[in-house]
């Protein structure tokens, strides 16, 4: 009650902060500099970014995507700042092993720990001190409505000072696990942004459920292009300890009931594919309770074609599951968008996603992989097709070609682009 009471104080306090304001920007240069500057590259005018949202010292896609997107941004002429969390998650509602990273700190990103999330007060103080810096985007990456009073209260400080832009890059609007309270608090924090970018359509369009006026733009998912190069198939083999006379399907990525390991499993239990010398290779942490799998693949009988690496996936091990595997497996439920799919394409594997959210919007169906639907007997049939008609091959050379699409400058100038629309209007 006391959350909710401070979300209504807060969005009725900053009801008149809501429109669209121009900023005017500052130089310090004369005529002559300034024409040469936008001349040489009219988008990048070293502006000041600050991203809030998951970094080091906390592991996992989120961290992974702030820091490489901050990266971009600083090879692109941006001043760049990672604000990342105290405390993320409460230990009781995270359900993996650890939230936290065993590596180093990054040396080239500047990441400061500042924000709790679940600490009114320290959400007024963030987004205070911020509106007094002024950089000129603030940008959020939005996953889950849990962020939403933090994320919310922050930005609307932040805007007070009528020249920050705050940008949301929505992983999704709609989450895939639904729960009581999801819609009251994306409402409250789509409400304290000036932009937003989506990675799928069916993300996009779900903006317009809470948003219809502020500027949108689509941008797919960039690849994931930190975890290395390839290694030999052989060399990831040994690696991991794997006899390389296998040929291995890769599940990989934290466990959720809606990604459905359950359907491959039981697609992979199919008699079809025993005449192969196949193993499906699982590999992530459990973030749903796993007895009902481990029984499903007893019941099954797939403990020798089966190998389980359920331990987190540290970011320099990443590129071992990759290279092992000859296509990457993603038999989900519910879906918007998928960071596993733009690993996958940096490692240039043929995919195979269900035809759920937009994950078909970025495995063309017979060119890199399978588009199928979401049910076992499509995914069995696609699992036996790729086999008995040795599509790996020719996947792969699509696979090339189809991963130039997947810049993350295009992320930044789709960036660009919400803000210079949320800036004019």
């Given amino acids: 009650m006391i959350l909710m009471q401070l979300i209504s104080n807060e ?23 300034k024409i040469v500057l936008l001349f040489v590259n009219f988008h990048v005018l070293k502006k000041e970014v600050v991203i809030i949202g998951t970094a080091w010292p906390f592991r996992g896609g989120l961290a992974a995507y702030n820091e490489r997107l901050a990266r971009e941004f600083q090879a692109s002429g941006y001043k760049v700042r990672i604000e990342t969390f105290t405390l993320q998650y409460p230990n009781f509602l ?78 999704n609007i709609i989450p895939h696990e639904p729960r009581p309270g999801d819609k009251p608090f994306t409402r409250f924090f ?22 219809q006026n502020k500027p949108r733009g689509l941008c797919p998912h960039p690849l994931f292009d930190n975890f290395g ?32 390991l359950d359907w491959l499993l039981e697609a992979f239990a199919d008699e079809r594919l025993r005449k192969y010398p196949v193993k499906l290779l699982v590999a992530g942490e459990f973030y749903a309770p796993p007895d009902n799998y481990l029984q499903l693949i007893k019941k099954l009988e797939l403990g020798d074609n089966l190998i389980l690496q359920t331990d987190f996936i540290a970011d320099s091990e990443v590129t071992k599951y990759f290279s092992v595997a000859d296509m990457v497996v993603q038999p989900y439920k519910s879906a918007t968008q998928s960071g596993v799919t733009q690993i996958g394409y940096h490692f240039e594997k043929p995919m195979l996603v269900t035809d759920v959210g937009g994950l078909s919007e970025i495995i063309p169906d017979q060119k890199v992989g399978y588009v199928v639907q979401p ?33 993350w400058q295009r992320m930044v100038e789709t960036i660009s682009e919400v803000y210079n629309k949320s800036s004019n209007v």
């Avoid at 359900?95 to 590596?103: E, L």
């Avoid at 499509?378 to 997947?406: G, H, P, S, T």
């Fill in 229 to 260: 190069a390839p290694l030999p198939r052989e060399e990831a083999a040994k690696a991991l300890d794997l006899d390389p006379n296998f040929r291995y399907l890769l599940f990989f990525g934290f466990i959720r009931d809606y990604k459905g």
């Fill in 11 to 33: 969005a009725h306090d900053m009801a008149g902060d809501f429109q669209e304001l121009s900023v005017e920007l500052h130089f310090g240069f004369g005529i002559i500099p």
């Fill in 190 to 211: 789509t409400k304290a942004v000036d932009g937003f970018v989506a990675m799928s359509k069916s993300v996009f369009n779900d903006i317009a459920k809470f948003d």
């Fill in 375 to 407: 049910n076992v007997k499509a995914i069995a049939d696609a699992l036996v097709d790729f086999y008995e008609n040795k599509r790996q091959a020719e996947f792969e050379e699509q696979v090339k070609e189809e991963k130039k699409k997947y810049s």
């Fill in 94 to 171: 995270f359900p993996g092993k650890t939230q936290y990273a065993d590596w180093e700190a990054p040396n080239d990103l500047d990441i400061r720990a500042t924000v709790n999330s679940i600490n009114p007060l320290n959400w007024r103080k963030i987004g205070n001190r911020i509106r007094k810096e002024a950089p000129d985007i603030v940008i959020f990456k939005y996953w889950l409505p849990f962020m939403a009073p933090c994320f919310g209260t922050i930005a609307r400080r932040v805007r007070k000072n009528k020249k920050t832009k705050v940008i949301a890059i929505a992983d």
